[in-house]
T-cell receptor, first 114, second 111 residues
Framework: DADVTQTPRNRITKTGKRIMLECSQT?????MYWYRQDPGLGLRLIYY???????NKGEISDGYSVSRQAQAKFSLSLESAIPNQTALYFC?????????????FGPGTRLLVL | DQQVKQNSPSLSVQEGRISILNCDYTNSMFDYFLWYKKYPAEGPTFLIS?????DKNEDGRFTVFLNKSAKHLSLHIVPSQPGDSAVYFCAALGGSEKLVFGKGTKLTVNP
């Protein structure tokens, strides 16, 4: 079984709709992250959480919100989706601290906003 | 303001030859660097990393070199194989404990 899972894997929605992307991990890591990937732009950080009570904005948080329901679960919401939020979304986890820098990624969610 | 730069969007090499992927950074606070590999329809996979206290780290066919004075790192793949064809991302970590990614280089290894 995959250590980091994301649901759904693909989603098509319409402008103005609310949508939630979910991430679960079995790695036991405290830190979780949400990124988006756009062609030619690499991965950009949306939100991150270093533990259940910690939520931080990343580079491009406008239009997004997150919820850390448990150590293993971190969800990303688009309150009112717009077409320029069409992208690949990745969740990642890390142990944190010295020696725990490596982030492990989920398989991604491909989102299309019409 | 791009702190991590991969200036070559693509690279094509012959099977068996060396692939060299380059990455430059501007933030002198970065002290840990990682390379990720990404196949289509999959998430990035960690490949190799290096701490700023080292100038070289090797893992099988993959070697990462770090030149701190030039703020440059490179990933060498020897010998290259067709299965290495993927997008490679360079990433850097500093005091903020947030990874900063480059835009990626698409490597194609031709049989």
């Amino acid at each position: 079984d995959a250590d980091v899972t994301q649901t759904p894997r693909n989603r098509i929605t319409k402008t103005g709709k609310r949508i939630m992307l979910e991430c679960s991990q079995t790695k036991g890591h405290d830190r979780m992250y949400w990124y988006r990937q756009d062609p030619g732009l690499g991965l950009r950080l949306i939100y991150y959480s270093f533990d259940v009570k910690d939520i931080n904005k990343g580079e491009i948080s406008d239009g997004y919100s997150v919820s850390r329901q448990a150590q293993a679960k971190f969800s990303l919401s688009l309150e009112s989706a717009i077409p320029n939020q069409t992208a690949l979304y990745f969740c990642a986890t890390s142990e944190g601290g010295q020696g725990g820098e490596t982030q492990y990624f989920g398989p991604g969610t491909r989102l299309l906003v019409l | 303001d791009q702190q991590v730069k991969q200036n070559s969007p693509s690279l094509s090499v012959q099977e068996g030859r060396i692939s060299i992927l380059n990455c430059d950074y501007t933030n002198s606070m970065f002290d840990y660097f990682l390379w990720y590999k990404k196949y289509p329809a999959e998430g990035p996979t960690f490949l190799i990393s290096i701490s700023s206290i080292k100038d070289k780290n090797e893992d099988g066919r993959f070697t990462v070199f770090l030149n701190k004075s030039a703020k440059h790192l490179s990933l060498h793949i020897v010998p290259s194989q067709p299965g290495d064809s993927a997008v490679y991302f360079c990433a850097a970590l500093g005091g903020s404990e947030k990874l900063v990614f480059g835009k990626g280089t698409k490597l194609t290894v031709n049989p």
